[in-house]
């Protein structure tokens, strides 16, 4: 099954600062690239659990006796690793973005080139798809998902026109959608524009920032001291979210300061924002919206 290159690997996994006896979590399993070399720097008392929501990613699962693979959203990441009798571990890595197995597989429905419907599904058992999104949601909540996962200036525009055509007739498929549209994208950026609308509805869909949260919060008490995070992201608002929680312990404001002005922070950032290579990004163009960033707990 084809899946993307792994983005940033080395870079990714050396910022876990593997030890072979340590145990890890990959939280977004794919393709495996990035947990075959996990496994490749563990030893044989080392362990890597992984997550993935999707059941295509469980053709990828490797044989391995120190590997598990959790069919599971990671925002399940404590009650799943409890589940397996593990209290801590020693490095966590996310790759957020979304296959390119998950973009080319049509019937998916999360790229704009294909008719398929609308779908954008990561657990292919959830309820609410794409679908549900473009036909029921109301327009303030069509213009808010617009606003906020895409900013688009002419949300409310996008908004409208969804809530006319589909008095009208269902729409049900990526074409219809892209169609319907068209009128409203600028001239020359239409491809770009369709991108960032199909981008809002997948998060919607997928509840993709609230996973983040919750995922995030969860692991300043899964790592032991000195265990690493190392994040990789690929749009504004997931890496707002991350830097803000490696730098604080939150997402919006400051911390409060104890009696003599000091802070407490669960982590220290390792390194400054590292960013794909030209020639990583010329062999493999996912990889040039990726930001990765590692912290280690205290």
């Known amino acids: 099954m084809k899946y993307h290159n792994p983005v940033l690997l080395e870079e990714t996994v050396r910022g876990l600062n593997i030890k072979p006896g340590g145990v890890y979590v990959d939280v977004t399993f794919g393709g495996g690239g990035h947990s075959r070399e996990i496994l490749n720097q563990l030893g044989p008392e080392g362990r890597l659990f992984a997550f993935d ?8 699962k490797f044989e391995d006796e120190r590997f598990t693979l959790i069919n599971e959203n990671f925002r399940y990441l404590k009650r799943f690793l409890r589940f397996y009798g593990i ?13 390119s197995h998950q ?78 549209l068209k009128p409203a994208l600028f001239k020359g950026k239409e491809n770009k524009i369709l991108a960032q609308i199909y981008q809002a509805i997948r998060i919607e869909v997928n509840q993709e920032i609230e996973a983040l949260k919750e995922f995030l919060l969860q692991t300043e008490d899964m790592l032991e001291p000195g265990g690493r995070l190392s994040l990789i992201s690929y749009h ?27 802070i407490s922070v669960p982590f220290k950032k390792v390194n400054g924002l590292i960013v794909p290579s030209k020639k990583e990004i010329s062999e493999n163009n996912r990889a040039r919206s990726a930001k990765l960033r590692v912290a280690e707990k205290l």
Request: hydrophobic fraction near 35%.
């Open 103 to 180: 973009f080319n597989k049509a019937e998916r429905g999360f790229s704009t080139r294909f008719d398929a419907k609308l779908d954008m599904r990561m657990n292919q058992g959830s309820k609410v798809s794409a679908n549900e999104v473009i036909n029921d949601y109301d327009e303030k909540q069509l213009k808010e998902l617009f606003y906020e996962y895409a900013d688009l200036k002419n949300a409310p525009k996008l908004a409208r026109m969804i809530v006319e055509e589909r008095a009208k007739r269902p729409i049900v498929s990526s074409e219809q959608l892209n169609e319907l």
């Open 53 to 60: 929501q999707d059941k295509d990613a469980l053709e990828n």
């Open 87 to 99: 209290k801590k571990v020693d490095g966590i890595l996310g790759d957020f973005g979304v296959s």
């Open 236 to 262: 504004s608002l997931e890496d707002r979210l991350v830097k803000r929680y490696i730098r604080s312990g939150l997402f919006e404001g400051e911390p409060e300061k104890d009696f003599y002005g000091n």
